[in-house]
């Protein structure tokens, strides 16, 4: 055996103990090996059996058996039986890669000059990359299979809607627990809920129904604002722009009927206004586009369960989200929507009439009121602020001002 994995032999125990100790101190879930040593030497002896594994393989390129990978997929497994979360298992995977390359590196310094070569080097390094992503993959099956037994199916859809958003490769195999395939491009769909339930336990088993329905990563927790909720959804785009085109990332694809159908089963459970932001991306830009997302449901306008409630996107919405970070241009459409609130239900009235196309009969039925009542209310805006709703200045002014007045921004 060459002086590298010689040093690497001789400080196996030494290298094993520092991990441990890293593990204690700096990843919370992990406190209990200083008061459990029990615990303690499990973790103390797996660590050590990787590091006598690695000087035991590497100098010949020998593959982790099948047996080595069984038992690093066991640990995985009883982390995750113990609780441990993604967000501590991939803290530790990262640790322990750190720490590797850490010894590897101390050895190599302790051994210069004294037998120890690039060639030991170059061929320890060889031998770890692409074992040490096999181990990775076997902990993590190990640690899905313990997800699968323990975690309620609609706990485990969200977990991966999670894993997707951060970019974990273990989406891949709870993906796979799930029966969910994995699409190359998909839908990110926020959909905000400014006045979160109370209790919300029986919206719980709404979503759990959800999920088995559309069968899709779904995950539902606290918005950013006060006393809000989100719900968060990847529904697969099977005809979408492909991802290396010019501007892909920016254009917005068409989005499929599950996404309209998802938004209206939710809303119907929710039974109270929310607002729908969608984003399309490749699935390895979905943190991206869950910003965007995310950010267009904060412009949309909030609406109860029905035809008009649907999904908006950038392009649907652009001149508000413009409008949301330009605070002297959102406060000068504030002080025209106060303008209108003195009249009879003239915000409403505009929103009815841009929505119909500034077409006079279909906006009067839609308001349940007599044509000359809906001239009277369109006068009514155009004395009130001097501006003429249906001019072109009029359409661009007012249709931000009711877009912002119900996404409930100004309140």
Same mark, same amino acid.
């Given at each position: 055996?060459?002086?590298? !994995?010689?040093?690497?032999?001789?400080?196996?125990?030494?290298?094993?103990?520092?991990?441990?100790?890293?593990?204690?101190?700096?990843?919370?879930?992990?406190?209990?090996?200083?008061?459990?040593?029990?615990?303690?030497?499990?973790?103390?002896?797996?660590?050590?059996?990787?590091?006598?594994?690695?000087?035991?393989?590497?100098?010949?390129?020998?593959?982790? $058996?099948?047996?080595?990978?069984?038992?690093?997929?066991?640990?995985?497994?009883?982390?995750?039986?113990?609780?441990?979360?993604?967000?501590?298992?991939?803290?530790? *995977?990262?640790?322990?890669?750190? *720490?590797?390359?850490?010894?590897?590196?101390?050895?190599?310094?302790?051994?210069?000059?004294?037998?120890?070569?690039?060639?030991?080097?170059?061929?320890?390094? #060889? +031998? !770890?990359? @692409?074992?040490?992503?096999?181990?990775?993959?076997?902990? $993590?099956?190990? &640690?899905?299979?313990?997800?699968?037994?323990?975690?309620?199916?609609?706990?485990?859809?969200?977990?991966?809607?999670?894993?997707?958003?951060?970019? /974990?490769?273990?989406?891949?195999?709870?993906? $796979?627990?799930?029966?969910?395939?994995? @699409?190359?491009?998909?839908?990110?769909?926020?959909?905000?809920?400014?006045?979160?339930?109370? /209790?919300?336990? /029986?919206?719980?088993?709404?979503?759990?129904?959800?999920?088995?329905?559309?069968?899709?990563?779904?995950? +539902?927790?606290?918005?950013?604002?006060?006393?809000?909720?989100?719900?968060?959804?990847?529904?697969?785009?099977?005809?979408?722009? @492909?991802?290396?085109?010019?501007?892909?990332?920016?254009?917005?694809?068409?989005? @499929?009927?599950?996404?309209?159908?998802?938004?209206?089963?939710?809303?119907?459970?929710?039974?109270?206004?929310?607002?729908?932001?969608?984003?399309?991306?490749?699935?390895?830009?979905?943190?991206?586009?869950?910003?965007?997302?995310?950010?267009?449901?904060?412009?949309?306008?909030?609406?109860?369960?029905?035809?008009?409630?649907?999904?908006?996107?950038?392009?649907?919405? &652009?001149?508000? *989200?413009?409008?949301?970070?330009?605070? &002297?241009?959102?406060? +000068?459409?504030?002080?025209?929507?106060?303008?209108?609130?003195?009249?009879?239900?003239?915000?409403?009235?505009?929103?009815?009439?841009?929505? #119909?196309?500034? #077409?006079?009969?279909?906006?009067?039925?839609?308001?349940?009121?007599?044509?000359?009542?809906? /001239?009277?209310?369109?006068?009514?805006?155009?004395?009130?602020?001097?501006?003429?709703?249906?001019?072109?200045?009029?359409?661009?002014? &007012?249709?931000?001002?009711?877009?912002?007045?119900?996404?409930?921004?100004? #309140?």
């Amino acid at each position: 055996m060459g002086s590298l !994995f010689a040093e690497l032999a001789r400080q196996a125990s030494v290298n094993a103990r520092r991990e441990v100790e890293t593990y204690a101190r700096e990843i919370a879930e992990f406190g209990f090996l200083d008061t459990n040593s029990r615990a303690r030497a499990e973790t103390l002896e797996y660590a050590l059996w990787l590091r006598r594994r690695t000087v035991a393989l590497s100098p010949d390129n020998s593959e982790l $058996s099948d047996d080595d990978l069984g038992y690093i997929a066991a640990i995985g497994e009883s982390r995750a039986e113990a609780g441990m979360t993604l967000d501590a298992r991939q803290r530790v *995977l990262r640790l322990h890669t750190s *720490l590797m390359l850490r010894e590897i590196n101390e050895a190599t310094e302790a051994q210069r000059g004294v037998g120890g070569g690039v060639g030991e080097l170059m061929r320890m390094m #060889h +031998w !770890f990359a @692409p074992q040490g992503e096999r181990g990775i993959r076997a902990y $993590s099956q190990g &640690f899905v299979t313990a997800l699968r037994h323990r975690l309620p199916y609609v706990e485990q859809a969200a977990l991966l809607a999670r894993s997707l958003l951060k970019g /974990d490769p273990i989406s891949t195999g709870l993906a $796979s627990a799930l029966g969910m395939e994995l @699409p190359e491009r998909c839908a990110v769909v926020v959909i905000r809920v400014p006045d979160r339930p109370a /209790d919300d336990r /029986d919206l719980e088993s709404e979503i759990e129904a959800l999920v088995k329905t559309h069968h899709a990563p779904i995950t +539902w927790g606290p918005g950013e604002g006060r006393g809000g909720g989100e719900l968060i959804a990847l529904i697969p785009l099977i005809s979408a722009t @492909p991802p290396d085109s010019p501007g892909s990332r920016t254009a917005d694809d068409p989005l @499929p009927d599950r996404v309209s159908d998802l938004v209206r089963d939710f809303a119907q459970a929710l039974g109270r206004p929310c607002a729908v932001g969608a984003a399309t991306s490749s699935l390895s830009e979905v943190a991206d586009a869950l910003d965007l997302a995310r950010r267009v449901s904060r412009a949309a306008p909030l609406r109860r369960a029905s035809s008009r409630l649907r999904p908006y996107t950038m392009s649907d919405l &652009f001149v508000e *989200l413009a409008v949301a970070d330009a605070p &002297f241009v959102d406060a +000068w459409l504030q002080a025209v929507g106060r303008s209108l609130q003195s009249g009879p239900d003239l915000l409403v009235t505009l929103d009815a009439y841009y929505r #119909h196309d500034m #077409h006079r009969g279909a906006t009067a039925a839609a308001l349940v009121v007599h044509p000359r009542t809906l /001239d009277y209310r369109l006068r009514r805006v155009r004395e009130l602020t001097g501006i003429d709703p249906g001019s072109t200045r009029g359409v661009r002014i &007012f249709s931000s001002v009711v877009t912002r007045y119900l996404s409930g921004t100004w #309140h």
